[in-house]
């Protein structure tokens, strides 16, 4: 998979095939909103204090969290124009942005959920990617609806 940088901040979180399932959540989410371009997203595999730490740092919310997903375009749902992203200048590839996965909590949340963690950790890497692409759910209505339909489609080709 091109563009996806994976990086743990403490050794041993996680399922073994945490990775593979992020890159194969992150290449479902790309297909499935037509982004064809070279692209660059950056992944921070971390547990319930790290996620913590960021969320307190970059918003000022003391308390840990599943996922946290901050784009680096202002992009329209649905609607991908590559020549409204920023882009790496050396490689010309497509920042999309940044994402942070909770493994303790992606880890319990299956459990709490009832299915496991290779659907947690697909679910919350397709919920962030739509952010990076221009989808929110700020409110409980129809922009929620919309993004929660586009989730289950995108896991649906995936089997999960």
Do not use: W
Not at 1 to 13: A, C, Q, Y
């Amino acid at each position: 998979m091109r563009g996806v940088e994976i990086r743990r901040d403490k050794p041993g979180l996680g399922h073994p095939e945490t990775e593979t399932l992020v890159r194969r959540a992150v290449a479902a989410a790309l297909r499935a909103q037509g982004v064809r371009v070279l692209f660059s997203v950056s992944v921070l595999l971390t547990d319930d204090a790290g996620i913590q730490a960021v969320n307190r740092a970059q918003r000022g919310i003391d308390r840990p969290t599943d996922v946290l997903s901050f784009p680096l375009n202002e992009l329209t749902e649905g609607a991908f124009d590559p020549a409204c992203c920023e882009r790496d200048m050396e490689t010309q590839r497509v920042l999309l942005g940044d994402m942070v996965l909770s493994l303790e909590r992606c880890a319990a949340q299956a459990a709490e959920y009832g299915h496991g963690f290779d659907r947690e950790v697909s679910y919350l890497t397709v919920h962030s990617m739509l952010h990076l692409l221009g989808y929110d759910h700020l409110d409980e209505g129809e922009r929620k609806r919309r993004m929660r339909a586009r989730e289950e489609l995108i896991l649906r080709t995936l089997n999960l």
